[in-house]
């Protein structure tokens, strides 16, 4: 067995998962296989009288090797029979180690997420290490599927649905005080002792039989439609599931499906019916589009895959932050967070000392709740020096730039801040839509010069796009990219261009919803049609917190900067008219939408601004408009050479603009539509709509060959 070591000590079997090569356990085949052959080996022992499953590793198991089944998912597929048959081996493992006569004891030393909890759900008993950084879960929903080993038939008969359905729909992850609360493990230990306490169990208790084998059992809490304990919360499960997910991610409700019909049948019906739900989602193109792009490529991107490789790794100690508004105040606090002494500039104390502010506020809700220290609270505080200073940038190994749109205004703090650094220092812009090479022509070593366009806000969104200019050199890439995985964030790189890639792509869905108001269509039918597509915000409504003021200054930048070759955006005339009056969004107390009482709704005042037309666009209409000009302007994009790579496209217009993951990014929902029916779609909209749903040759190429963006 290469992936089990397998030891006796007193009549136990001592089963360390250690897969080799891997940093941590995953379910694969060969693990599969290896489980097999302990159990019985157990099974068949008669100087063994149990056995405790344990890791070798720091986690426990992180689930099932997702690139494994994604290899599966977009290779030569196997007929579904095949794979349900394979797919279930696993299941019917574990189904053999709990029924097979002698006691297994989880020691989870450390997390255990999807199949791995579900491994530790089928053994007798599970002790847990007492460390809150371990974390216990089965978020196989995030990825598109489902508990395919038992958890979703294990976990509401050790439970109840009522706690089980919540965590597999949500895919949350618990601290071992919080799975032991709610009676997913027995017992915690520490780490120097949890063998030996699982060892104990197994030789003086050595309970051999799980709750649901034993006659006469029920399902805690209730089971099925006719039970009235839990008929109510059902349907307001299935009601709340869906309006969280609007239809788009099939695993949501295979989920209610599976538990719902599971726990009215015996525990081997029931496993059958997760093997089938499993398989269907499998095959699904919602959970190969999520396991692609959210961990196959997020993986590469993390990974730093597109770092140049001959350039020494660095780690950012000193950072300077010139800008202390929402987002220079966001980079100082993920960074500070990161462990760097940061310096935070701006035009006076007052405004710098607000910057720091930020870190004691998001922080000090954490200390209310228990997720902090003070110690720590005051200790990453006094990683922060709000100052008016640039001399205190000396000594800074990176300098972020996060002040207004204004190229007059970039250019007078480069200059300052070069003016200290010493000369290996990178010097970064955070700006969102203004060329980098021509910020650069500011600085006085533009091969030092990089772009690192963050999102707001800075410490909750996962994305930085890092923007390579003309003279940009590979060190300054190379360090841009290391600061960003010091920070835990995700990178993609892209090449210069006017709004890059994610600015580019977010401005077309703003213009979108704003050319609608144009046309006569229902302000909530527009923010409507644009959040059942899967958009998290409607455009209005992310008009109203970037704030339209700042669409005016980049507009007016833009302008200054193309001069006869400036075209406005077709819905332009929209932003000027609020503009006007004022309304330019949240932050000054209206925009498309009232504010009022913490809430908000649509402004009243558009009905008599835009008038709504006699007639409606069908919704399904107005959805497939939003993904398809955002999809358009990411294949502009890649015929640009604006973004280096097509995976990036999916990763950045997810993690950074909300695109819909179901799709699987905008360049995969191209691949899923097929090039060609794309092209015609577009074809027939840029006939009705104008001119920005042309496609580019280059995508009429590749309509023409059937060439996919990801073969």
Same mark, same amino acid.
């Given at each position: +067995? $290469? $992936? &089990? /070591? @397998? #030891? =006796?000590? #007193? *009549? =136990?079997? &001592?089963?360390?998962? #250690? +897969?080799?090569?891997?940093? +941590?356990? =995953?379910?694969?085949? !060969? @693990? *599969?296989? %290896?489980?097999?052959e302990a159990v019985e080996r157990v099974a068949a022992a008669d100087d063994i009288v149990g056995a405790v499953v344990t890791s070798g590793k720091p986690a426990f198991m992180a689930g099932a090797d997702l690139k494994w089944l994604g290899r599966i998912a977009f290779g030569e597929r196997p007929p579904i029979a095949e794979f349900a048959d394979d797919i279930g081996t696993f299941s019917r493992t574990l189904r053999r180690l709990e029924t097979c006569g002698k006691p297994f004891v989880a020691a989870i030393n450390g997390t255990a997420l999807g199949g791995g909890l579900e491994l530790a759900l089928a053994c007798h008993h599970r002790v847990c290490v007492a460390d809150p950084r371990t974390k216990l879960g089965l978020p196989e929903v995030t990825v598109g599927l489902l508990p395919g080993a038992g958890g979703t038939q294990r976990l509401p008969r050790l439970i109840g649905l009522k706690a089980a359905i919540p965590l597999m729909l949500q895919g949350r992850h618990l601290s071992p005080d919080k799975a032991l609360e709610a009676g997913i493990i027995h017992a915690t230990a520490a780490p120097d002792a949890l063998v030996d306490v699982c060892s104990t169990w197994v030789r003086e208790v050595g309970t051999a039989q799980q709750p649901w084998d034993v006659k006469g059992f029920k399902v805690p809490g209730g089971a099925g439609g006719m039970d009235p304990r839990i008929v109510p919360f059902l349907m307001g499960a299935n009601a709340m599931a869906q309006e969280k997910s609007l239809h788009n991610y099939p695993a949501v409700q295979a989920v209610l499906s599976c538990v719902y019909e599971g726990t009215q049948v015996p525990m081997d019906a029931g496993l059958s019916i997760e093997n089938q739900y499993f398989t269907r989602l499998f095959f699904d193109p919602v959970a190969g589009n999520m396991i692609r792009s959210l961990f196959i490529f997020k993986g590469r991107a993390d990974k730093l895959v597109r770092r140049p490789a001959d350039v020494p790794r660095r780690k950012v100690t000193k950072l300077g932050v010139l800008g202390a508004g929402m987002m220079g105040a966001g980079i100082a606090y993920v960074s500070a967070k990161a462990g760097m002494e940061v310096v935070l500039i701006d035009r006076d104390l007052v405004s710098a000392e607000r910057g720091k502010a930020y870190t004691s506020k998001v922080e000090g809700k954490r200390l209310a709740r228990g /997720?902090?220290? !003070?110690?720590?609270? %005051?200790?990453?505080? $006094?990683r922060i020096r709000p100052t008016t200073d640039y001399s205190e940038l000396e000594g800074c190994e990176l300098v972020i730039e996060a002040v207004f749109e204004n190229r007059a205004i970039k250019a007078d703090v480069t200059a300052k801040a070069e003016a200290v650094l010493g000369p290996e220092a990178v010097f970064a812009s955070n700006t969102s839509t203004l060329p980098i090479t021509g910020l650069a022509e500011s600085s006085s070593r533009p091969e030092r010069f990089v772009g690192l366009h963050f999102f707001s806000p800075v410490d909750k969104m996962p994305l930085v796009e890092v923007i390579v200019g003309k003279q940009t050199g590979d060190e300054a890439l190379a360090w841009g990219l290391d600061y960003v995985k010091q920070i835990r964030k995700t990178p993609i790189v892209v090449n210069d261009s006017r709004g890059f890639y994610t600015s580019r792509t977010c401005g077309a869905y703003l213009n979108e919803g704003q050319t609608m108001l144009l046309e006569g269509v229902s302000p909530a039918r527009i923010e409507s049609a644009a959040k059942l597509a899967g958009m998290p915000v409607g455009p209005l409504a992310l008009a109203d917190e970037i704030g339209m003021d700042l669409g005016l200054k980049i507009r007016d930048q833009t302008k200054v900067d193309l001069g006869d070759d400036f075209v406005d955006d077709s819905g332009f005339a929209v932003v000027a008219t609020m503009n006007d009056l004022g309304r330019v969004g949240r932050k000054a107390g209206g925009g498309f939408y009232s504010y009022a009482d913490g809430g908000k709704r649509l402004w009243s005042g558009l009905a008599e601004l835009y008038p709504e037309g006699e007639t409606q666009p069908a919704t399904e209409t107005l959805k497939q408009r939003f993904l398809m000009v955002q999809a358009l302007e990411a294949a502009r994009c890649m015929e640009e050479g604006v973004l280096r790579a097509a995976e990036d496209a999916d990763v950045g217009a997810i993690l950074g603009l909300g695109y819909p993951p179901y799709t699987g990014g905008p360049l995969a929902y191209i691949d899923g539509m097929s090039p060609s029916t794309f092209v015609e779609r577009c074809d027939a909209l840029a006939a009705e709509h104008g001119d920005r749903y042309t496609p580019p040759e280059g995508l009429r190429e590749r309509a023409a060959s059937g060439a996919l963006w990801h073969d």
């Open positions: +067995m $290469s $992936s &089990i /070591r @397998f #030891d =006796v000590a #007193d *009549g =136990v079997a &001592i089963l360390t998962i #250690d +897969m080799p090569g891997k940093p +941590m356990n =995953v379910l694969d085949e !060969q @693990f *599969g296989a %290896d489980l097999a /997720r902090t220290t !003070q110690a720590k609270l %005051d200790a990453l505080l $006094s």
